[in-house]
């Protein structure tokens, strides 16, 4: 949401609301789909998607007049990750982890209420949604939002908690606070956490916390397997090790 600070430019925080509305929603929006979604008249909208596009940060199709993304989006993408430390130094690390587990392994970032996907390495035949980078899973649902958590204070842990807007993503999706607590609880103990199913039916995951010198968490390594090949028991005894060690690596 934009901001209320005297020092922000208000035009370039409508811009980037003009971008967002595009997040969760179909790949082409008309004007008036981007100014209910925005709240801004359908004259600052136009405005706006035509320097956007001009840019390449939108693209028009040439005969509905929708808009899309542009492509210049991903050069942001592409620089951010270029120049992250954090995921050049864990690359090689994962995909070392990736040839001993063969299976799935990601890197995720905290950002806000959520952890965000920002490296991925396919094991076998995935959805395209679990093949993206940029995805973004709620902490209390995600085992590598639970291992980011279990390194915060308790009561820091339990504010994020709290200020979560907890709902059930799958019949497995844990949404008591204490029960995610007791869960957060755990992966403190035993230095990695484990959900199973809880963000997609089928899906087994076990991750393990990055810190900084100070201890703080700073993301999270992650392995994924599927219901179909593991025992939820088993897959999390295997596992939790081998993303715990991968962990320490990263760090140094």
Not at 77 to 90: G, Q, V
Not at 213 to 238: K, M, N, Q, Y
Request: charged share 25%; net charge positive.
């Amino acid at each position: 949401m934009p901001s209320s600070s005297s020092l922000n430019v208000k035009s370039v925080e409508k811009a980037f609301v003009v971008l967002g509305a595009f997040s969760g929603r179909s790949r082409f929006l008309s004007l008036g789909d981007i100014a209910e979604a925005t709240g801004l008249d359908k004259s600052a909208v136009q405005r706006f998607t035509r320097t956007l596009t001009t840019l390449g940060y939108l693209e028009q199709d040439k005969a509905t007049r929708h808009y899309c993304l542009g492509r210049r989006v991903l050069d942001l993408s592409y620089e951010y990750l270029r120049s992250n430390t954090l995921i050049e130094r864990a690359a090689p690390i994962l995909v070392d982890l990736r040839r001993a587990v063969r299976e799935r392994v990601d890197l995720t970032l905290p950002d806000g209420e959520d952890v965000l996907y920002v490296f991925r390495l396919q094991s076998k035949r995935e959805t395209l949604h679990a093949a993206l980078i940029g995805r973004r899973v709620p902490l209390y649902c995600s085992a590598g939002g639970r291992a980011i958590l279990s390194c915060l204070p308790q009561e820091e842990a339990q504010a994020a908690i709290v200020r979560a807007c907890l709902r059930k993503v799958t019949p497995r999706t844990l949404t008591d606070p204490e029960q995610i607590m007791a869960e957060i609880d755990k992966a403190r103990r035993t230095g990695f956490a484990f959900q199973a199913e809880e963000w997609r039916l089928g899906e087994l995951v076990v991750a393990a916390p990055i810190v900084d010198r100070e201890g703080r968490p700073v993301a999270a390594i992650h392995v994924a397997g599927s219901t179909a090949e593991w025992d939820p028991a088993e897959f999390a005894d295997r596992m939790g090790p081998q993303v715990v060690a991968a962990a320490q690596d990263v760090r140094g």
